[in-house]
């Protein structure tokens, strides 16, 4: 397989899904924060409440059209750039993109439609629940398309046909309920949660800094505080879910993301190279400290798991791979001509389709992703994570407190949090994605195997075109969005 070929392909698919990942967490933060803003609205009345209510709708509205736009090129991709993968799998993952498809988002754009026009034309319940199924649909597309995702990193429910050469759907609640798909569902939302919760801390503190739109400040901070605080927090506590699920199903992963050679029991978290805290990284994926944690080398030669399961080593992986797709071949060969032989062929592919994707494997070098990159990723994520958590905590007090005025330090930090929060998303993305190279599938179907067999030259004038119309839509949406955010929500200061 033509290595170029690979190469740009990642890439185009990966800075598609970069861009793409600027606007999803943000329209399902603050499809959150306008639903309440709305909320306090209706209860209390008032045009203060209902001009905040609309400021935020607008910015969501603004970063949702450019978010929808990059969000069906990455589709199509699955298409044009990986059509070896859709055939062999999309009998399954196309399941849930298409219900996301025709429910989530028409969802979404049935709803969104009477938030921004239906203000005189319905009652104030109907509109407060379109704002609210508005939000809701938000989440529901991130449902599915994560339980595509999650699939990957633990495929589960199929079956594979050798007649069809297609893993194929046999139990749908399965896929649905796939652990990692469920986990990185919350994680995902959660995350959402925080960037919608920093955004609208970051633009609060901007007119603090102006000395603008005091009073919508100070309530809108108060509010994106406690909605990024209670994001983050979620946070934390599906990231340990993740993590043992990473370390049961993606060792290879946990072992790039520490820089682990070497594990077992009572394995040490690294902080930074040098300075690790002695069996933390046993406690954090196994939630025991004599549990074990492979590493590297352990994957690479073979290890006993906690379990007592003996795990092959990737030698014995690669052996039963050719074995299953010698014997898939011979099925093929055979079915048609000599119904035993193809019938005994089968019995092999079965025996040995785990280890399927391993028999296009070449060598150990090929299943250790880039470690240095993960670990430094992971590292960035968490930084920039906990800076994001204290600027919510101070601008939570001292919103709580009544005490804003005059704190240009909190402002600043609070404002510069916004480029940190983007950070920490895209580095945990880069941690997700590239931490489980080199499969589309995991331990079933290599990169190598499920790229269209299309021209290198192709995809690289692809990818520069996106570079430039992605570009293009960044800037028009940040833009549009500065515009917004400096005409302001014109609001009135009420008194309390």
Wanted: glycine share 10%; charged share 15%; aromatic share 14%.
């Amino acid at each position: 397989m033509d290595s170029a070929l690979i190469l740009w392909s990642r890439a185009q698919f990966a800075m598609t899904a970069a861009y793409h990942w600027l606007f999803v967490p943000m329209t399902l933060g603050l499809g959150l924060v306008m639903a309440i803003m709305e909320s306090i609205y209706v209860k209390k009345g008032g045009e203060f409440w209902k001009k905040t209510a609309k400021f935020w709708q607008k910015i969501f509205g603004i970063n949702f059209a450019v978010g929808v736009a990059t969000g069906i090129i990455l589709e199509f991709e699955f298409g044009t750039n990986w059509s070896n993968y859709s055939w062999f799998v999309g009998d399954i993952f196309g399941a849930p993109l298409a219900i996301e498809g025709i429910f989530a988002f028409f969802m979404e754009s049935t709803f969104m439609a009477v938030m921004y026009f239906g203000w005189k034309k319905v009652s104030k319940g109907f509109h407060l629940a379109s704002t609210w199924l508005t939000a809701c649909g938000a989440a529901i597309s991130a449902l599915w398309i994560l339980i595509a995702n999650g699939w990957m990193q633990h495929p589960t429910g199929m079956a594979f046909n050798p007649d069809t050469v297609r893993n194929e759907m046999v139990d749908f609640w399965a896929v649905v309920g796939n652990p990692v798909a469920i986990s990185k569902f919350f994680h995902a939302v959660l995350s959402g949660w925080e960037v919608g919760g920093v955004v609208v801390m970051g633009i609060c503190c901007w007119y603090l800094l102006k000395g603008r739109e005091l009073e919508f400040a100070r309530k809108s901070l108060l509010i994106g505080s406690i909605v990024g605080v209670v994001g983050t927090l979620g946070v934390i506590l599906t990231g340990d879910t993740s993590a043992q699920h990473v370390a049961k199903y993606q060792p290879m992963k946990l072992a790039a993301v520490e820089g682990l050679e070497n594990g077992g029991s009572r394995a040490p978290f690294s902080i930074v190279p040098g300075v690790e805290i002695p069996g933390m990284l046993s406690i954090l994926a196994t939630h025991d400290i004599d549990g074990i944690v492979p590493g590297i080398n352990d994957i690479i030669n073979g290890y006993v798991d906690n379990e007592g399961n003996v795990i092959p080593s990737l030698e014995e992986k690669i052996t039963r791979g050719n074995i299953a797709l010698s014997a898939f071949q011979q099925y093929r060969s055979n079915v048609d001509s000599d119904p035993a032989a193809a019938a005994e062929a089968k019995l092999i592919l079965d025996e040995n389709m785990d280890y399927f994707g391993y028999g296009y494997i070449d060598s150990p070098e090929e299943v250790i992703p880039p470690v240095d990159m993960v670990f430094w990723t992971f590292r960035i994520m968490i930084g920039c994570g906990c800076l994001c958590l204290l600027a919510l905590l101070l601008s939570l007090w001292f919103a709580y407190k009544d005490k804003l005025s005059n704190k240009k330090w909190l402002y600043w930090f609070g404002f510069i949090c916004i480029p940190l929060i983007y950070i920490a998303g895209e580095c945990g993305w880069m941690t997700a994605e590239i931490g489980r190279q080199p499969w589309t599938i995991q331990d079933l179907l290599p990169l190598k195997a499920a790229v269209s067999g299309i021209e290198a030259a192709s995809v690289k004038t692809t990818f520069m075109v996106f570079v430039i119309v992605f570009s293009l839509f960044l800037a028009v949406e940040l833009t549009i969005m500065v515009k917004a955010i400096k005409k302001g929500p014109k609001v009135e200061e009420q008194n309390n």
